[in-house]
């Protein structure tokens, strides 16, 4: 049975740091893209990174371009995303979410077959 399991999140001042986790259980991460999402009170679903399973390529939003950097460490089966720089607009739950490669747009929810529960972040200003 696969698990996503999110943490890192928490309250962090503007401008501050947090590195998001997500371990991955009963799938291989090798194999699959990964991406975050974000869900804000009252908003939609909104991705902000993802990364390609083998050719190592990137997209962001373009709110969190330049600050947000998604990264995964397939030995630990652990994907990653890294805020800095954040501000107050950045306050959501963060989720990840995997799936089989496929072509598209990699920052679509509907897109992702595995979720994980979320973490929720916080920026206060």
């Known amino acids: 049975q696969f698990q996503l399991v999110e943490s890192g999140g928490g309250l962090v001042q503007t401008g501050g740091s947090l590195r998001l986790s997500c371990a991955v259980s009963?799938?291989?991460?090798?194999?699959?893209?990964v991406a975050w999402f974000r869900q804000a009170p009252g908003k939609e679903r909104e991705g902000v990174a993802s990364g390609s399973n083998r050719r190592g390529t990137t997209y962001y939003a373009n709110s969190v371009q330049g600050r947000f950097t998604i990264s995964r460490d397939n030995w630990r089966n652990t994907a990653y995303l890294q805020m800095d720089n954040l501000k107050p607009e950045d306050t959501a739950v963060y989720f990840c979410a995997v799936t089989p490669p496929f072509a598209g747009d990699y920052l679509s929810a509907d897109e992702y077959e595995y979720w994980g529960q979320g973490t929720q972040v916080t920026v206060s200003s």
């Open positions: 009963g799938l291989i991460l090798e194999d699959l893209i």
